[in-house]
């Protein structure tokens, strides 16, 4: 069955770094999300994106944050300059159709 | 926007009990109802799913309800067994065209053998 894949598992980085978080969905899948999870919380959308575009983006997406499909294939998502804030588990999501959301292992990132 | 509301948030029953857990959701227009299982470290993996047009569906030991009218759904789990233990979430789609989902703060469930 496939699934959907992220890398890296976990990521360490110093604060005001940048980040890139990749996500390889589930290949005939048209609709890409991402999710954060802070620690011992629940899982909160941060964006979606259909037809090479954001369709929608929470609040918590700011300026810092950015995501791309550069090559039909990965998904990625970036944070510019990283926060204390943003330690979380950030998970990829893909949908086809129907409306199920398949979820990645997701990548653990800390920043100090 | 949606919010959704689940309780309790743990709980502790013992092997071969059953177990519910229950959610609201305030907008309307949803129409799609995830249930996910999460074990400690690992993704969210989909469990359940409902949508609007019908009120419960069920699936071996599994089942969900929903209550369009009064803007709840619920997870049941019979004879649970230890490997049943985990944090389950239940979601909400925001309706029309849009499948973001809104997740509940989680249940801790725990079955105790």
């Known amino acids: 069955e496939p699934e959907v894949t992220q890398t890296p598992s976990h990521q360490v980085t110093q604060m005001g770094q940048e980040v890139i978080l990749r996500c390889v969905p589930i290949?005939?899948?048209?609709?890409f999300y991402w999710y954060r999870q802070i620690l011992g919380q629940k899982v909160e959308f941060l964006v979606s994106?259909?037809?090479?575009?954001?369709?929608?983006k929470s609040e918590i997406f700011d300026d810092q944050f950015s995501v791309e499909r550069p090559d039909g294939s990965n998904f990625t998502l970036k944070i510019r300059s990283t926060k204390l804030e943003d330690s979380a588990m950030y998970f990829c999501?893909?949908?086809?159709?129907?409306?199920?959301?398949?979820f990645g292992p997701g990548t653990r990132l800390l920043v100090l | 926007g949606e919010n959704v509301e689940q309780h309790p948030s743990t709980l502790s029953v013992q092997e071969g009990d059953s177990a519910v857990i229950k959610c609201t959701y305030s907008?309307?227009?949803?129409?799609?109802f995830p249930w996910y299982k999460q074990e400690l470290g690992k993704r969210p993996q989909l469990i359940i799913d409902?949508?609007?047009?019908?009120g419960e569906k069920k699936d071996q030991r599994i089942a969900v309800t929903l209550n369009k009218t009064a803007k709840h759904f619920s997870l049941h789990i019979t004879e649970t067994q230890p490997e049943d233990s985990a944090v389950y979430f239940c979601?909400?789609?925001?309706?029309?065209?849009?499948?973001?989902?809104?997740f509940g703060k989680g249940t801790l469930l725990t079955v105790n053998p």
């Open positions: 999501a893909s949908q086809g159709l129907p409306e199920t959301q398949y």
């Open positions: 979601a909400a789609n925001s309706g029309g065209s849009n499948y973001k989902l809104t």
């Open positions: 907008d309307s227009a949803s129409n799609y």
């Open positions: 409902i949508r609007s047009n019908v």
């Open positions: 994106f259909y037809n090479n575009e954001i369709s929608e």
């Open positions: 290949s005939n899948h048209l609709y």
